[in-house]
């Protein structure tokens, strides 16, 4: 029997040397017996044309991250109904010289929403206004949230989100940041926005919150997600997001189903390791 040909993939961002992505892409591939090779290289928007352009026929794809999740769509031939309508993709599927965009990170954000208990039909909160949050907006339409209202720093930003949820049929209300603690009522609540930037709406968690799901990881937990579990909701940090954005992509890379516990294993031993 021949032997599994080497294939190749990486992430790409910058600043990069903090991704786990090399964590649970090969703990995926190693349960799936696919003697793959997964790399970690740092490039910029500048960069990323040549370094796409430079890459062979053993190459099956690309995880991105910041800041290249706009960057690359200019490169695509090819792009999913979500990438159209986030702006964005965090996946560079690489197949008979056709280079194709997808956008798993909004199947990261529902799945870890819905292991963290997050109510389908109701109003839902996103805090922030970048790409993540477009994503948001996608994830909380396929859990059919009635309406979301996003709390953004920058106007154009909320006009993005808007954008977003009229493409796929949800109702988005782009409210000033200042504003963002009216929000955690909500049952649904998304906070897309760096490491440090809703600390001070800790103080305004509500007592029995509904579900919140914050993408920062490191570190972990947040002030927010520290006094939301203190109050009594349910909190998914982006570790989360992050397994089942990888899970996505594993899947569009091999056409294999990978093992969520397998990679949840690595991933949790690798965080712990920090």
């Known amino acids: 029997m021949p032997a599994e040909p080497v294939r190749r993939a990486a992430v790409l961002g ?24 997964y790399s970690l290289v740092d490039c910029t928007s500048e960069q990323l044309p040549a370094y796409v352009a430079s890459l062979d026929a053993s190459w099956v794809g690309l995880s991105l991250t910041m800041p290249l999740k706009q960057t690359v769509l200019a490169l695509l031939d090819e792009t999913d109904p979500l990438v159209v309508a986030t702006g964005a993709a965090n996946t560079l599927l690489l197949s008979d010289g056709v280079r194709r965009g997808a956008n798993t990170d909004v199947e990261g954000i529902e799945t870890a929403l819905r292991e963290a208990g997050a109510e389908g039909r109701s109003a839902a909160v996103v805090l922030g206004g970048g790409a ?54 909500a049952r649904t609540v998304v906070c897309t926005v760096p ?80």
Do not use: F, I
């Not at 990069?16 to 591939?29: D, E």
């Not at 309406?147 to 988005?172: F, I, K, N």
């Not at 919150?209 to 002030?223: I, R």
């Open 14 to 37: 910058h600043p990069v040397a903090h991704s786990l992505s090399p964590v649970l892409h090969r703990a995926a591939w190693a349960g799936l017996g696919l003697p793959w090779e």
């Open 132 to 185: 993540t949050a477009r994503s948001a907006v996608a994830a909380l339409a396929r859990l059919e949230a009635s309406e979301v209202t996003a709390y953004v720093r920058r106007p154009e930003a909320g006009e993005e989100l808007v954008a977003t949820g009229s493409a796929l049929g949800v109702d988005v209300t782009a409210l000033p940041w200042d504003r963002a603690a009216e929000g955690l009522a």
């Open 195 to 274: 490491k440090g930037a809703a600390d001070h709406l800790a103080a305004a968690v509500p007592e029995g919150p509904g579900a919140l799901l914050d993408v920062v990881y490191d570190p972990w937990p947040t002030p927010l997600a520290a006094a939301w579990s203190t109050r009594g909701g349910a909190v998914a940090s982006g570790l989360a997001m992050l397994l089942h954005q990888a899970v996505g992509q594993v899947r569009l890379m091999t056409g294999r189903e990978p093992s969520v516990a397998a990679m949840r294993t690595a991933l949790e031993a690798a965080a712990a390791r920090r």
